[in-house]
């Protein structure tokens, strides 16, 4: 059975500091016990081996600058949208279930960021391939894409709070 330091999730930061990705703790123990990276933060856990102890990192940096290719856009998922809408439906507030396109695509609307939003199943019941203008009702806030390190590395997952200084994250928000 693993260690319970080694089950968890290390933030990965090229050697000037950018976040790059999130990687299994193990992989971070690996990578420092390798000289490849030095621990920039860790908890209280230590794995122990032979002739070592090493506390359990949660952030690592690299020691050499690795040249990596970013996606220009987050990829769209149902579980993306309700984390961007906050699990609530932008119609009523209520509990989202399901996601709507603002345009239907029955006419026309696209499955992008931009019209696609969070709805609870009475909300988007009841709107069917009807516009909002047909309904009279309005969007708080137009959907959009979500932007920001803490999208392009983590999209839906959690944001362990020790890592909100290396994606540049207030400690209020969350991805």
Known sequence: MPSPGTTGASLLLNATFEPLCVVSSRRAIVLVLADKAVAVDSTADVVHAETVSLPVPVVVRLTRYVRVPYPSSVPLSRRAVFTRDGQTCVYCGGSATS????????????????????????????????SLAELGWSLPQAPRTPTGAAWRLLGHRTVDPRWREWLGMPESVSA
């Open 99 to 130: 996601i709507d396109h603002v345009v239907p695509r029955s006419r026309g609307g696209t499955h992008t960021w931009d019209n696609v939003v969070a709805a609870c199943r009475r909300c988007n019941h009841t709107k069917a391939d009807r």
